[in-house]
RNA sequence: GGAGAGAUGGCCGAGUGGUCGAAGGCGCACGCCUGGAAAGUGUGUAAACUCCAAAAGGGUUUCGUGGGUUCGAAUCCCACUCUCUCCGCCA
């Protein structure tokens, strides 16, 4: 089943503007876009019930916001029925008055005009209200999180995390290096380097490094291009629209790096730019399944991060990732789920690395998600699972704040899924490449990557 | 960066104060015509909010965005954004 999503445009600004930018673009008048954040609210009112139970699965008690909600509601639809019946008569009086002139009542006209002057202050104090109370539906509703799938098992940390399947063999390493000695010693990666240009987070990578780096990236896009995944190269800054599509603003404005000047974000994944091609589209049916795949640098600020979480390249400032992104038909949106998670693992084989695919827990998942896998591979030397992929269906959190609509059998529009996953990310891929296959002579790289590093071995 | 032009429905394009949610065309949908198709022809063809149990139907809003003038704005005024052209710079 298909739970609509539970946000709209918000008024809720990212909180540094620069003053040329100061106007609110996210400033939802009465008359647009509201129709998604009602279809939200009639489920919040029909099903209550159901809507708590799904917000309790990641720990959440939501009654009283949700009563909050449909009180602010109520009061917002009187207004507007008030101030919609006033300038309807506003429209008729002022048509009136157009028409006395013709006759040469002058008297009937100033009449009528005195009318719409008093109706037209009324409305100017009804607007007013109406305005003030769609800001606190919105302001209190943006803090309602995806509705989980009822697949998605309670739980509030990684460890209520449930394994759903594991496959590969953790290879048995004597003295094994952890990779960026590993990066040292072959020379592959230098960490000082990207110190020296940038910062800490932004490796240099050289010689059979680069080279495994641009191999990977052409071996995921293949994979995926062969799997019916069409390759984009989408821009690597996006504007404000964009980063409010996905989610990313204006809550999570710290995690990407803003250019200020130009008020653009550097992508912190390719799910930006690539699922906003399609923001404020409306399709026909026959246009599912559009799936598209497409490589590009990530740039994340990961504000708060720190020990060995963000060693060698467990956690980067600037990463490589390959993307798979779907549109897809509401009733078809879990088995597109199922599907890439299948894609997702066949490559991690060919790969040959050890791996386990999580479902998350409510707690673990993220805040636009309904259900979400993760994939982890193991690192033999660090003695750690670390992820590489996570495969999630937005349901229509995303579509909503997407405007990204279908037009169904009876012509109404309606909100379309979004999923996407990571086909795949390199660094921590690279990271248990180089630990789990090191061996005396040098780095083996697995059989399916040969054709595409044109060696076999890093020494 | 400098100068100029522009922004109207899925697309093209008309529209300088009321009869404009918006002519005309294209496209699309359905019907007629046809053995079938093309041509021709007829009808229809935006989104959102709201009232109504629902349907039917009604109301409101939207002509880049925001504000202003006016009884009344696509049309007048102001600000902003974006696009295009020319010049400059440049992978």
Same mark, same amino acid.
């Given at each position: 089943?298909?739970?609509?999503?539970?946000?709209?445009?918000?008024?809720?600004?990212?909180?540094?503007?620069?003053?040329?930018?100061?106007?609110?673009?996210?400033?939802?008048?009465?008359?647009?876009?509201?129709?998604?954040?009602?279809?939200?609210?009639?489920?919040?009112?029909?099903?209550?019930?159901?809507?708590?139970?799904?917000?309790?699965?990641?720990?959440?008690?939501?009654?009283?916001?949700?009563?909050?909600?449909?009180?602010?509601?109520?009061a917002r639809k009187a207004l507007q029925t008030q101030l919609d019946n006033n300038l309807a008569e506003q429209n008729v009086t002022a048509k009136n008055i157009g028409a006395l002139m013709q006759q040469g009542k002058k008297e009937e006209a100033e009449a009528a005009k005195q009318r719409t002057a008093a109706l037209k202050e009324q409305s100017k104090v009804l607007e007013q209200q109406l305005a003030e109370t769609e800001k606190q539906v919105n302001d209190t509703l943006v803090l309602l999180p995806n509705l989980p799938s009822k697949l998605v098992p309670a739980g509030k940390t990684s460890a209520d995390n449930v394994v759903v399947r594991e496959g590969g063999a953790v290879p048995a390493l004597h003295d094994a290096l952890p990779h960026?000695?590993?990066a040292k010693k072959y020379d592959i990666i230098d960490f000082d380097l990207g110190v020296k240009l940038t910062g800490a987070g932004f490796p240099v990578y050289k010689g059979k490094g680069a080279k495994l780096q641009r191999a990977l990236i052409s071996f995921f896009l293949d994979r995926n291009t062969n799997a019916g995944?069409?390759?984009?190269?989408?821009?690597?800054?996006?504007?404000?629209?964009?980063?409010?599509?996905?989610?990313?603003?204006?809550?999570?404005?710290?995690?990407?790096?803003?250019?200020?000047i130009d008020n653009f974000y550097l992508i912190p994944t390719a799910e930006v730019p690539v699922t906003n091609i399609y923001r404020d589209v409306i399709l026909n049916p026959a246009d599912f399944p559009i799936k598209l795949t497409?490589?590009?640098?990530?740039?994340?600020?990961?504000?708060?991060?720190?020990?060995?979480? *963000?060693?060698?390249?467990?956690?980067?400032?600037?990463?490589?990732?390959?993307?798979?992104?779907?549109?897809?038909?509401?009733?078809?949106?879990?088995?597109?789920?199922?599907?890439?998670?299948?894609?997702?693992e066949s490559? *991690?084989?060919?790969?040959?690395?050890?791996?386990?695919?999580?479902?998350?827990?409510?707690?673990?998942?993220?805040?636009?998600?309904?259900?979400?896998?993760?994939?982890? *591979?193991?690192?033999?030397?660090?003695?750690r699972w670390l992820e590489v992929s996570s495969v999630s269906n937005f349901e229509s959190f995303q579509a909503n704040r997407l405007k990204l609509r279908y037009r169904d059998e009876n012509?109404?529009?309606?909100?379309?899924?979004?999923?996407?996953?990571?086909?795949?990310?390199?660094?921590?891929?690279?990271?248990?490449?180089?630990?789990n296959n090191q061996t005396p002579e040098g780095i083996r790289i697995p059989k399916a990557l040969q054709p595409y590093t044109g060696f076999d071995v890093i020494s």
């Amino acid at each position: 089943m298909y739970i609509a999503s539970l946000v709209g445009y918000t008024n809720t600004m990212p909180k540094k503007t620069p003053a040329k930018l100061k106007k609110n673009r996210y400033l939802c008048k009465h008359h647009i876009n509201y129709r998604h954040i009602m279809l939200t609210l009639k489920i919040l009112r029909e099903q209550t019930a159901e809507v708590l139970e799904r917000l309790a699965v990641k720990g959440l008690d939501a009654k009283e916001i949700i009563n909050k909600i449909l009180q602010f509601d109520d009061a917002r639809k009187a207004l507007q029925t008030q101030l919609d019946n006033n300038l309807a008569e506003q429209n008729v009086t002022a048509k009136n008055i157009g028409a006395l002139m013709q006759q040469g009542k002058k008297e009937e006209a100033e009449a009528a005009k005195q009318r719409t002057a008093a109706l037209k202050e009324q409305s100017k104090v009804l607007e007013q209200q109406l305005a003030e109370t769609e800001k606190q539906v919105n302001d209190t509703l943006v803090l309602l999180p995806n509705l989980p799938s009822k697949l998605v098992p309670a739980g509030k940390t990684s460890a209520d995390n449930v394994v759903v399947r594991e496959g590969g063999a953790v290879p048995a390493l004597h003295d094994a290096l952890p990779h960026w000695d590993l990066a040292k010693k072959y020379d592959i990666i230098d960490f000082d380097l990207g110190v020296k240009l940038t910062g800490a987070g932004f490796p240099v990578y050289k010689g059979k490094g680069a080279k495994l780096q641009r191999a990977l990236i052409s071996f995921f896009l293949d994979r995926n291009t062969n799997a019916g995944y069409t390759e984009v190269q989408p821009p690597l800054m996006v504007n404000e629209a964009s980063g409010f599509g996905t989610g990313q603003l204006p809550d999570k404005e710290g995690q990407m790096y803003h250019v200020g000047i130009d008020n653009f974000y550097l992508i912190p994944t390719a799910e930006v730019p690539v699922t906003n091609i399609y923001r404020d589209v409306i399709l026909n049916p026959a246009d599912f399944p559009i799936k598209l795949t497409a490589y590009t640098p990530c740039f994340r600020r990961e504000a708060g991060s720190y020990g060995k979480d *963000v060693r060698g390249l467990n956690r980067l400032h600037q990463f490589d990732k390959v993307e798979i992104v779907q549109f897809q038909l509401p009733e078809n949106s879990y088995a597109a789920l199922d599907a890439m998670v299948t894609h997702v693992e066949s490559i *991690v084989n060919e790969l040959e690395l050890p791996y386990r695919i999580l479902r998350l827990c409510g707690g673990d998942m993220s805040f636009t998600s309904a259900l979400t896998y993760d994939f982890e *591979v193991f690192s033999a030397a660090q003695q750690r699972w670390l992820e590489v992929s996570s495969v999630s269906n937005f349901e229509s959190f995303q579509a909503n704040r997407l405007k990204l609509r279908y037009r169904d059998e009876n012509k109404k529009t309606q909100l379309a899924h979004t999923l996407n996953g990571s086909s795949l990310a390199l660094p921590r891929i690279v990271a248990a490449l180089l630990e789990n296959n090191q061996t005396p002579e040098g780095i083996r790289i697995p059989k399916a990557l040969q054709p595409y590093t044109g060696f076999d071995v890093i020494s």
